[in-house]
């Protein structure tokens, strides 16, 4: 069993919406630092945003204002909402999680293009 599995992703115009899912398996779920990654192609994989140990949350700068990222722990779902898409943001999107260990579901690829 994957410990993480990303979906939502695809093809999206520039200004639509997105939202991508994380189901996790690890246990127990509320106790994992649950973030969002992307790496477009040739890029360095980055942080897009996530939850700090203290429950809060950080993005990065260039999605501040337009993605959200929520968690569903009854459902062991951690979810990013992704608004006003802009071309720059197409890349391939990883969940992470971080309880001592770390591990990375396989990746859902985004696209922004008209």
């Known amino acids: 069993q994957e410990p993480l599995v990303e979906s939502g992703g695809g093809l999206v115009q520039p200004g639509g919406s997105l939202r991508l899912s994380c189901v996790a398996s690890?246990?127990?779920?509320?106790?994992?630092?649950m973030g969002w990654y992307r790496q477009a192609p040739g890029k360095q994989r980055e942080l897009v945003a996530g939850?700090?140990?203290?429950?809060?949350?950080n993005y990065a700068d260039s999605v501040k204002g337009r993605f959200t990222i929520s968690r569903d722990n009854a459902k062991n779902t951690v979810y990013l909402q992704m608004n006003s898409l802009k071309p720059e943001d197409t890349a391939v999107y990883y969940c992470?999680?971080?309880?001592?260990?770390?591990?990375w579901g396989k990746g859902t690829l985004v696209t922004v293009s008209s």
């Open positions: 992470n999680a971080k309880y001592g260990l770390y591990y």
């Open positions: 690890v246990r127990p779920f509320s106790r994992y630092n």
């Open positions: 939850f700090t140990s203290a429950g809060t949350t």
